[in-house]
């Protein structure tokens, strides 16, 4: 009986060490680096309504080894920051969009721009001239750069008829890859790529055979190609003490929400950008290879 005793006094202990250990694998998955987005001359040039509490940033990306690129304010700017100091900042003179794509691909920044119809691309290390390419394609409502079918593309996207929407996939020469229709609303439902991921989870990119998604407020989990989750990784929103970061895919206000646009899935890790109450702007970094 002593000897049970004994090991019933050290199951608290056991308990607290797990939990422990739990947190610091947690706290090893999740990593954020911070800038500032307002009031700091090196701050991230954005939109921020302090009345709503909303900071709007057009675009976001990274090369996933510690260079970072914010495009957002009006007219848009790309802020650059590589091991967290400013690199650069580029006023590029395009007006404020209601949808706009930005994505690095290879050496260059790329910004699809609905309202000017053109495609720009920069240098990514702030190089030469910002080129304005018109876009020759039909009119779109939404757009999207790749990769797309694992080759460097966008997809443009429009309502072709009260029930009826298109998507056009192109490579960066506008050459015409493949083109779909489909029910208004159910554009995933034709797109390989999205084919048995359920309906909650926001899709970013493949991983060692598997699928990395988004659910919830912030869940990271990795699905088989049935549509099972694996494993995942998560923190509410009282851990991450955070707003989203909304984007300008949207044309009123009333509907500006997150989107898969200012999160990337980059070199084995997850970005998600994030702000918070002391005017920082948060971006949280998933280690997927620690999943």
């Given at each position: 009986?002593?000897?049970n005793m004994k090991t019933l006094n050290w199951l608290p202990v056991l308990f607290v060490l797990a939990f422990t250990c739990s947190l610091n694998l947690s706290a090893q998955l999740w990593k954020k680096h911070v800038?500032?987005?307002?009031?700091s001359p090196d701050s991230v040039t954005c939109v921020y309504k302090a009345k709503t509490n909303e900071l709007i940033l057009s675009g976001f990306d990274t090369d996933g080894k510690g260079t970072f690129y914010f495009l957002g304010g009006s007219p848009l700017t790309v802020t650059c920051y590589e091991q967290g100091k400013l690199a650069y900042r580029?006023?590029?003179g395009i007006r404020f969009s209601g949808m706009v794509s930005f994505r690095l691909i290879g050496?260059?920044?790329?910004?699809?721009?609905?309202?000017?119809?053109?495609?720009?691309r920069m240098h990514r290390d702030n190089k030469g001239a910002v080129d304005c390419i018109p876009l020759k394609t039909p009119p779109f409502e939404r757009c999207f750069i790749g990769p797309i079918d694992a080759k460097?593309?966008?997809k443009l996207s429009n309502v072709k008829n009260s029930t009826t929407s298109i998507s056009r996939i192109y490579d960066f020469h506008q050459n015409l890859l493949r083109e779909y229709s489909y029910r208004t609303g159910d554009e995933l439902l034709y797109d390989s790529v999205y084919q048995h991921i359920p309906d909650n989870l926001e899709y970013f990119g493949r991983y060692k055979g598997y699928r990395v998604c988004m659910k919830d407020y912030a869940t990271i989990v990795l699905v088989d190609d049935s549509g099972e989750i694996v494993r995942q990784t998560g923190r509410t929103y009282e851990e991450l003490d955070c707003w989203y970061v909304l984007d300008s895919r949207s044309d009123?206000?009333?509907?500006?929400?997150p989107s898969a646009e200012v999160r990337v899935f980059r070199?084995?890790?997850f970005y998600m950008p994030t702000f918070n109450a002391k005017k920082e702007l948060v971006v949280w970094d998933v280690n997927v290879d620690s999943l």
């Amino acid at each position: 009986m002593r000897t049970n005793m004994k090991t019933l006094n050290w199951l608290p202990v056991l308990f607290v060490l797990a939990f422990t250990c739990s947190l610091n694998l947690s706290a090893q998955l999740w990593k954020k680096h911070v800038f500032s987005f307002q009031n700091s001359p090196d701050s991230v040039t954005c939109v921020y309504k302090a009345k709503t509490n909303e900071l709007i940033l057009s675009g976001f990306d990274t090369d996933g080894k510690g260079t970072f690129y914010f495009l957002g304010g009006s007219p848009l700017t790309v802020t650059c920051y590589e091991q967290g100091k400013l690199a650069y900042r580029r006023p590029l003179g395009i007006r404020f969009s209601g949808m706009v794509s930005f994505r690095l691909i290879g050496d260059s920044l790329y910004l699809i721009h609905r309202e000017d119809h053109a495609l720009y691309r920069m240098h990514r290390d702030n190089k030469g001239a910002v080129d304005c390419i018109p876009l020759k394609t039909p009119p779109f409502e939404r757009c999207f750069i790749g990769p797309i079918d694992a080759k460097p593309s966008f997809k443009l996207s429009n309502v072709k008829n009260s029930t009826t929407s298109i998507s056009r996939i192109y490579d960066f020469h506008q050459n015409l890859l493949r083109e779909y229709s489909y029910r208004t609303g159910d554009e995933l439902l034709y797109d390989s790529v999205y084919q048995h991921i359920p309906d909650n989870l926001e899709y970013f990119g493949r991983y060692k055979g598997y699928r990395v998604c988004m659910k919830d407020y912030a869940t990271i989990v990795l699905v088989d190609d049935s549509g099972e989750i694996v494993r995942q990784t998560g923190r509410t929103y009282e851990e991450l003490d955070c707003w989203y970061v909304l984007d300008s895919r949207s044309d009123t206000i009333e509907n500006w929400g997150p989107s898969a646009e200012v999160r990337v899935f980059r070199n084995n890790h997850f970005y998600m950008p994030t702000f918070n109450a002391k005017k920082e702007l948060v971006v949280w970094d998933v280690n997927v290879d620690s999943l």
